[in-house]
């Protein structure tokens, strides 16, 4: 080999070493996304039936969500601190039309009626997953999300952590569009 | 200064503030089947399913809420008489190939598959050349 073919290989190691300190500094400043989303999207409700989370609140089960209109299903629990954060913005929803449903995760219902007194109840049905099984069968991985759910009992669309108010200008519209 | 010690191995220690429910685990979160071939089945599913939440755990590792009553439903259906193989594909339909730690052979993973074996493939070829060279070398 010629040695200027020879220098520039032995350039390679350092450009080598160079790029992976650039991979390592990129994840360091911007981890990997960690918000898994669900696969759900476009397919119907899997099939469910829920016991009451509160008494005196209709249960919930797959065949509310086919009566012709679009609704909320918001994933909370009692115990979970950022569903505190957007309970005002559920009750925004709620005033503002939007029919919303829960399931209330791993929860009691003295807890989740003390939650309710607290933040406000925005719920029409309220059913209670005690072993997250509901909550796996959606593609949900955490508390809280909502999905937004059309007249036929399909899933249209998701979101993932709490509603903030700039969120929700974004769920009327995805609610609207589910007509 | 003594102060200042004490809060800094407080800190140290501290572990992190999980939001956790007040109910007890899932039944099957951390009882084994009876049957110990079924057990074992729901074991190996286990290990190769990836917790929802701590991310670089396996279910069978995480000690997670989210991760027990994911190990309960593996239990669930494995004493139900359902096979590995078709939780694991309930579970990829909802949460994609990102939940289990066995990536499938696809257009997006096969580098990750080809890999080993192209930098085997590249070991032996440098080594073959060394070796060659050493054989044939005056010193």
Redesign the interface.
């Given at each position: 080999m010629k040695t200027r073919t020879i220098r520039l290989i032995l350039w390679a190691p350092l450009v080598l070493f160079l790029v992976f300190v650039g991979l390592f500094a990129s994840g360091l400043i911007r981890p990997s996304s960690?918000t898994?989303?669900?696969?759900?999207i476009g397919q119907p409700l899997p099939e469910f039936a829920l016991p009451a989370g509160v008494p005196g609140k209709p249960a919930l089960a797959r065949s509310d969500f086919t009566a012709g209109k679009p609704r909320l299903l918001n994933v909370f629990?009692s115990?979970?601190?950022p569903c505190i954060a957007e309970a005002p913005q559920l009750v925004q929803l709620r005033d503002a039309g939007v029919e919303i449903d829960a399931i209330a995760?791993?929860?009691?219902s003295e807890?989740i009626a003390g939650f309710l007194a607290r933040n406000g109840d925005p719920y029409a049905r309220i059913g209670s997953d005690?072993?997250?099984?509901v909550?796996?069968?959606?593609?949900s991985?955490?508390v809280p999300e909502t999905f937004v759910i059309d007249g036929k009992g399909i899933i249209r669309h998701q979101h993932i952590g709490d509603i903030r108010p700039e969120d929700v200008p974004a769920l009327l519209s995805a609610v609207q569009s589910a007509q | 200064m003594r102060r200042a010690f004490v809060v800094a191995v407080a800190l140290a220690v501290a572990a992190p503030a999980f939001a956790d429910s007040l109910l007890p685990a899932a039944e099957l979160a951390n009882t084994a089947l009876p049957d110990a071939k079924q057990e074992a089945k729901a074991k190996a599913l286990m290990t190769n399913l990836r917790c929802l939440v701590c991310q670089g755990q396996s279910i069978a590792d995480s000690d997670a809420e989210l991760a027990g009553d994911m190990r309960a439903l593996v239990r669930r259906r494995i004493a139900a008489g359902e096979e590995p193989q078709a939780i694991r594909d309930w579970l990829i339909a909802r949460y994609g190939n990102w939940v289990s730690y066995d990536p499938p052979l696809e257009p997006v993973t096969w580098p990750l598959w080809a890999a080993p074996l192209l930098l085997l493939g590249a070991g032996a070829w440098i080594a073959r050349g060394r070796f060659r060279r050493r054989r044939v070398g005056p010193n």
């Open positions: 960690s898994i989303r669900s696969k759900l629990a115990w979970c601190v995760i791993r929860d009691r807890d005690k072993d997250s099984s909550q796996l069968a959606l593609g991985s955490g | -």
